[in-house]
């Protein structure tokens, strides 16, 4: 991987930080409605974004027997993820120009 290609395109820096505040925005909102703790908190983004295989680590950074819910919550993920990347790429197909 050529980094020093970044600055051809720093868009996509850009689009990168917007992508990561909106994910954060999110997290919060949710979590002040819902009243959940920080743990769902930052093991629900971590599940997001790492997946099964660091979201167990950041559980067991909380307690170690929080470790399956760590699990459960990137498999979950995991489920809703592909159903939204599915529905996603239907939306995209929908409104992509006929050539």
């Not at 992508?19 to 093991?43: D, E, Q, S, T």
């Amino acid at each position: 991987m050529d980094l020093t290609k970044i600055v051809d395109n720093p868009g996509l820096i850009v689009v990168g930080l917007v992508w990561m505040a909106i994910h954060v925005a999110l997290l919060f909102l949710v979590a002040k409605l819902i009243r959940a703790p920080y743990f769902f908190l930052a093991v629900g983004s971590k599940a997001n974004i790492g997946g099964a295989a660091s979201a167990p680590v950041v559980a067991a950074a909380f307690h170690p027997s929080l470790a399956t819910v760590g699990v459960l919550l990137a498999v979950f993920g995991y489920v809703v993820g592909t159903y939204g990347a599915m529905l996603t790429a239907e939306l995209m197909r929908i409104v992509a120009p006929i050539t």
